[in-house]
Nanobody, 120 residues
Framework: QVRLVESGGGLVQPGGSLRLSCEASGSIYSINTVGWFRQTPGKQRELVANISDVGVTKYADSLKGRFTIGRDNVASVWLQINDLETEDTAVYYC???????????????WGQGTLVLVSS
């Protein structure tokens, strides 16, 4: 099992920057991919970016340029957000996966989320 804890959210003015952190514990060496998702009320959770165990990154097409995902070590993944916009206001969640069950269901965990509020 893997447990995830996000941090770094808060209130920021438009145009500002934030770095979100995701710290994993438990069976961290089994983790394949760590991703950042975000969700606003009434909308589906959407992928922001993810990073594989070998450092391959993927970004949502609409968010390229202002978001950067990185990995300090196997248990620590961050998301740098620059030039924040009010539309970036959301709860940001960290997700990690470490394989599949015999039925093809992903083995994954979610953090509790961290709120990013972009407002003047």
């Amino acid at each position: 099992q893997v447990r995830l804890v996000e941090s770094g959210g808060g209130l920021v003015q438009p145009g500002g920057s934030l770095r979100l952190s995701c710290e994993a514990s438990g069976s961290i060496y089994s983790i394949n991919t760590v991703g950042w998702f975000r969700q606003t009320p009434g909308k589906q959770r959407e992928l922001v970016a993810n990073i594989s165990d070998v450092g391959v990154t993927k970004y949502a097409d609409s968010l390229k340029g202002r978001f950067t995902i990185g990995r300090d070590n196997v248990a620590s993944v961050w998301l740098q957000i620059n030039d924040l916009e009010t539309e970036d206001t959301a709860v940001y969640y960290c997700n990690a996966d470490w394989g599949y069950t015999g039925l093809g269901v992903p083995l994954a965990a979610w953090g509790q989320g961290t709120l990013v509020l972009v407002s003047s």
